[in-house]
């Protein structure tokens, strides 16, 4: 027979017991013990403890998987851990890194000409396999975390008992809005935006765990807690920055009949299905893109020190508001703005050469072009291109974006200082927002932040999983690499 047993704990550190019901086993394929957070403002850890069908349920699917792979962890260390995996070049320091294999990211791989996989699986291939909120529509979010934390496709079901979980999650305390609130409307969403979610850490389950002296080989359990919590919370914290700034702080609550994109849409003021569809993959592409850009590797960094889920991913979320990462995508959509403005939408590809030249030669870059591990066109902009082709093919941006894609190119190519001369992820984004209605571009970054907290707070269940170490690799001065490479000479 099945035990529920439940235990809670105050904050004198009392424990008083609990009720015990049974089921008949036939009911249940597998049980598992399950933590669920119960609200609380005190610096005790409240959990319930419940046995619950796996079926259904990502952690204990995720307990599952993580003994194989912790085993699998050891066995690489053992047998390879001095296999060499390159060598280390002047350059690679003085550029950034470029090029230098040094960090574990198990969620997703990124190649340089197919582009990213998400546990194996490209874009196309997660539209295809993913399940959605309607037949042949865009992958849910929900699907894509499932995927990133265990490696495996999930089913429908599966993904529509995630969403519960996700809604059930998303209550946010008071005081998070009036943090926000103490900023000036007029901060960037970005500044606002964090601000949010470092509001949210007071809650963190690991930090009380650990305070309490939680064992090191459960760290990923309240990670666990602090991540899906984390995720199931943005939304709404970036839907109250927008309608803050933007709809004169009407805020919109949430609906507890959409899935995690279109409650995002909703919550921001965009109910039409084409929108909801647009949120949908729109978070799903943009939510991992493996761990040597600036706000993953933000995110793994600080993390790494056992900084918690909420301190980690703000962390990533400021790394992210940097015009050469995230705040791209607005770049993009004021450029293509001021094309529109100084030569009109029905610009021909000649004029559009001369402005594009007119850019180039002022010193400054063309917006959405380019990529620092990509050599050929974003899958993510493909992606994004077939949509518009759907449900926009006949929209003025849309096709100066098109006419974009086959200027651009050839001229950076021309240019010989530019390895990857095809569009990005950015190049595409903001033109679809914007024919939705949301078209404040400075806020655009927000979206990419809710959409990479899934790939960033997937990691890092993993790194506490598999008992990842602080990171701290070595510098060293100018003078240092000189005397280096004399020797060397």
Known sequence: MAKLHVKEENSCGVCFSTMVFYRSVSLLSKLRNRVVKQPSLTNSVRWLQIQTSSDLDLHSQLKELIPEQQE????????????????ITVDMVLGGMRGMTGLLWETSLLDPDEGIRFRGHSIPECQKLLPAAKPGGEPLPEGLLWLLLTGKVPTKEQVDALSKELRDRATIPDYVYKAIDALPVTAHPMTQFTTG????QVRSEFQKAYEKGIHKSKYWEPTYED?????????????????????NGESI????????GANFAHMLGFDSPE?????RLYVTIHSDHEGGNVSAHTGHLVASALSDPYLSFAAALNGLAGPLHGLANQEVLLWIKSVVDECGENISKDQLKDYVWKTLNSGKVVPGFGHGVLRKTDPRYMCQREFALKHLPNDPLFQLVSKLYDVVPPILTELGKVKNPWPNVDA???????????TEARYYTVLFGVSRSIGICSQLIWDRALGLPLERPKSVTMEWLENHCKKSA
């Open 197 to 200: 979610v470092m509001a949210l």
């Open 227 to 247: 991540s899906l919590s984390l995720i199931a919370q943005l939304p709404a914290v970036a839907a109250y920055v927008y309608r803050r700034m933007y709809k």
């Open 275 to 279: 929108m909801q569809e647009l949120m």
């Open 428 to 438: 595409h984004s903001g033109v679809l927002l914007n024919y939705y209605g949301l």
């Open 253 to 260: 609550p949430m609906d507890d009949s959409l899935d995690y």
């Open 72 to 87: 699998r962890l050891k066995k690489i260390k053992s047998e390879y851990g001095k296999v060499q995996l390159g060598n």
